[in-house]
């Protein structure tokens, strides 16, 4: 795959930018981040520009992280896509799960993000035939207070996940 274009929709500027910059340091060259802080921008940009993957925090204002996601999954259908959450709950996950798409829950260390986004390029690449293995859990074994692990769900019988 050539140049990652990724589409960040976070309210919490500081962390997009944080994640931004991180996520180009972690990837290298080949990634491009472009932030936006709502759901309608989100929108705006997904009407002019492809992205190969679309990261969105669920807690934002005026729309879900989830409706967003399941809206880019509708009219974007081989775009990827991540939920992460620092409100998940088990139904949350399960949603996210079921719908295909990666789901992070707050805090996490950069370094789980670019494993799953590096699954969930190689789950493409496995579905454009070529042999990948994609694992359908990773965890992180770090302790998370309010929770006894940090999950992310990668499914490969579902597409784009």
């Known amino acids: 795959m050539g140049e990652l274009n ?8 500081i962390l997009a930018t944080t994640l931004s910059h991180g996520l180009r340091k972690a990837m290298g060259k080949a990634i491009s981040v472009v ?3 709502s759901g309608p921008e989100a929108f705006a940009l997904l009407a002019t520009q ?4 679309v990261i969105s925090d669920f807690h934002m204002l005026g729309i879900s992280g989830l409706k967003l996601l399941k809206q880019v999954r509708q009219d974007h259908p081989k775009t990827s896509l991540v939920l992460i959450t620092a409100y998940g709950t088990d139904a949350l ?3 996210a799960h079921r719908l295909g798409m990666g789901y992070i829950a707050k805090p996490f260390e950069l370094p789980l993000l670019v494993q799953l986004i590096q699954s969930l ?3 493409k690449e496995k579905s454009d035939g070529k042999d990948n293995t994609l694992p359908t859990r990773v965890r992180e074994n ?7 692990t ?3 769900f990668v499914d490969p ?3 784009n996940s």
């Not at 990724?6 to 500027?13: C, E, G, Q």
């Not at 492809?50 to 993957?53: G, I, K, N, R, V």
């Open 121 to 123: 390029i190689q789950g």
């Open 93 to 95: 996950e399960q949603e």
């Open 142 to 148: 770090k302790p998370d207070p309010g929770r006894l």
């Open 150 to 152: 940090t999950k992310v």
């Open 50 to 53: 492809t992205f190969d993957l």
């Open 157 to 159: 019988t579902v597409p």
């Open 6 to 13: 990724i589409l960040l929709a976070d309210d919490d500027r």
């Open 35 to 37: 932030f936006c802080a």
